[in-house]
């Protein structure tokens, strides 16, 4: 029976999030210390964990069919290869950094400049764009470094918080990309394993989905039942039982996390009472 085969990251910031959207698929991974290569126990799924900028070529030679990377790694060396699914964690940018107190007016003061960076491929394409000669230094870490120790007269590198900038004496001058993890394919999937990736996908949509979703459950009173309906934006309609006290019902639906809080307070002047929140594991529409 054919396996889909995923690259996930050995170790560092995609470690511990691409294991536990695994795990809330219901896939089982038991992990022997030091093994690079897993069996799942109730998905045919084999699991290889690898260093990340490795990750494009195996997937373009076929070795891995899936894996979860950052978006930037694609833009840096993966290019001809698909994204399946956003996955929502590891948000970062790529951007390009200057000393704080230089006057940089635009992407043009960086013509015949020296910058550092991980990402060559990124930058250069970048440059190009905006017709900008410069000389890009190769450094695999620590990049922000390199304006302080006069390697280079800016950086291109990931910026989240923008607190390692910050500690630099750095501020952000350029937003190249926005990214985030996603899960990308190899070109050639035979219909067996494209039949298996549809299955994961469609796994990992009831997860991503339940995430981001509440269930709720309020009391109402019945004159004011259809006022209350109404402010509650619900999968589809909500479910409406009839409490024992009469004149009054259980309303029961489903609501997005970040609107949550715009409507609690109209629920509350409609009349209802007793609103009970808890998570949902999984939806599946
Ligand atoms: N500060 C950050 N905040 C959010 N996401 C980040 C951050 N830094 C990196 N990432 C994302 O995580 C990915 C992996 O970064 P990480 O630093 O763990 O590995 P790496 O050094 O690129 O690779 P390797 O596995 O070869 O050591 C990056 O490609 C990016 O998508
Ligand atoms: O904006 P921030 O929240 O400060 O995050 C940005 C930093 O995070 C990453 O480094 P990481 O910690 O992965 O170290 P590395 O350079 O060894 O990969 C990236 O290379 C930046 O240095
Ligand atoms: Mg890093």
Redesign the pocket.
């Known amino acids: 029976m054919e396996k889909l085969k995923i690259a996930i ?7 511990d999030e691409s294991l536990k959207i695994l795990k809330d698929c219901g896939i089982s991974i038991n992990n022997g210390k030091d093994q690079l290569k897993v069996n799942a126990s109730n998905f045919p799924l084999e699991i290889f964990y ?6 494009p070529q195996y997937l373009r030679d076929g070795i891995a069919d899936l894996a979860i ?5 694609l833009h ?1 060396k993966g290019e001809d290869l698909s994204i399946q699914k956003r996955l929502g ?4 940018k790529v951007s390009l950094a200057i000393p704080k107190h230089s006057d940089y007016k635009g992407v043009k003061d960086l013509d015949g400049k020296q910058i550092a960076t ?1 990402y060559p491929n990124t930058l250069q394409k970048y440059l190009d764009k905006h017709n900008v000669k410069a000389n890009i230094h190769i450094i ?2 620590s990049v922000e470094i390199a304006p302080n120790i006069g390697l280079a007269d800016a950086i291109c590198d ?4 923008g607190s ?1 900038l910050f500690k630099n004496n750095l501020k952000e001058s350029d937003v190249i990309l926005r ?3 996603v899960i990308a394919s190899s070109p050639s999937l035979n219909p067996e394993k494209q039949n298996l990736l549809d299955k994961l996908l469609f796994r990992i949509d009831a997860v991503l989905r339940a995430e981001n979703t509440k269930y709720v459950l309020l009391n109402a009173p019945n004159n004011r039942l259809d006022e209350i309906i109404k402010i509650l934006p619900g999968m589809k309609s909500p479910t409406v039982m009839p409490l024992a006290e009469t004149s009054w019902s259980s309303v029961h639906t489903v609501i997005q996390q970040e609107k949550f809080w715009d409507i609690i307070d109209e629920l509350k002047s409609a009349g209802a009472e007793s609103i009970l929140v808890s998570p949902i594991e999984k939806m599946i529409i």
């Open positions: 990251q050995k170790s560092g910031r995609l470690h690898l260093r990340n900028g490795d990750i990377i950052g978006e930037n790694l840096e964690f590891s948000k970062c991980s695999n870490g990931i910026v989240s918080s390692t990214s985030e993890a």
